[in-house]
């Protein structure tokens, strides 16, 4: 069901006070060239003065909202459909409620017609009017910048998150102590076991080459533990995996940069299928 699915979410008092100001404009612009609901026949000096009261009200409701939602969302790091449509008819609501006694106390100075019945009228000729539209105008202005916000910070974070792994080193250590090698996790595509040795396979400015050092698979494992174990002999680098032929019995697997396909064992073969899926 579409209420529980994730809904956009912006948290910049930025954003939400443009859409507050949005919205606030579209109510005034309504009232004082269009003169909906009778409006027109409203005669008063402070007339549009007054329908400017109405902007201030959607206005300020409006950012109250975002900052209780605001703690709501980052209290409980979540923010579905449901939330999102809940936000709106409350805000609307809250809103269409304060325009009311607005009405009766400040422009029309009738305190005693603040009752349950006019207000049940009011409230449905407003909502049915002036509050389907800006339910509208809400979801749609709120879905926009909060969309537009996270595909910006998507960008930049993953942007940052690849220069950083691309600059990321680790220094292996062999078996001797002096044995010291120094490579950028990102750049390593697989390492292979032969003896007592272990060939690590990577690249160095788009070139692939090779460093030998004495060590056995299980401690390099320990050491390069993003890497992917395929066969008794062999681990790869999960990000250079290109494909995965044959079956079980005998399966190899190809990877970017490198013409010899790599052996991938029964032992390892489920996991390694899952990983490249």
Not at 143 to 155: G, L, P, Q, V
Not at 172 to 194: N, P, W
Not at 227 to 256: C, D, I
């Amino acid at each position: 069901m579409f209420l529980s699915n994730p809904f956009p979410y912006s948290t910049s008092f930025r954003n939400h006070f443009l859409i507050a100001s949005i919205l606030s404009f579209i109510v005034v612009f309504i009232l004082v060239f269009l003169q909906p609901f009778g409006s027109n026949n409203f005669s008063n000096p402070y007339k549009n003065l007054y329908f400017i009261g109405y902007g201030v009200i959607c206005f300020i409701v409006y950012i109250v909202f975002h900052l209780l939602s605001k703690w709501y969302y980052e209290s409980f790091k979540i923010w579905k459909w449901v939330e999102e449509l809940f936000f709106c008819i409350l805000y609307l609501s809250v809103a269409i409620t304060l325009a009311f006694i607005y009405t009766e106390v400040i422009i029309n100075k009738r305190p005693e017609h603040l009752t349950l019945s006019l207000f049940l009228f009011w409230f449905k000729h407003m909502f049915l009017g002036f509050g389907l539209i800006l339910f509208v105008l809400a979801l749609f202005f709120r879905h926009r910048y909060a969309s537009k916000k996270n595909i910006i910070k998507d960008y930049v974070v993953s942007t940052v998150e690849n220069e950083e792994s691309k600059k990321k080193t680790i220094l292996l250590q062999g078996t001797m102590k002096k044995e010291i090698f120094e490579v950028v996790t990102s750049q390593v595509i697989y390492v292979k076991s032969e003896d007592n040795y272990v060939i690590i396979f990577y690249k160095d400015e788009e070139v692939v080459k090779e460093k030998i050092l004495r060590n056995t698979l299980s401690n390099t494992k320990k050491q390069l533990s993003f890497l992917l174990q395929t066969h008794r002999s062999y681990l790869v680098n999960p990000k250079f995996m290109k494909s995965l032929k044959g079956n079980s019995q005998n399966a190899k697997l190809l990877l970017e940069n490198i013409d010899n396909a790599i052996p991938v064992s029964k032992t390892y073969f489920e996991s390694v299928k899952k990983t490249i899926n």
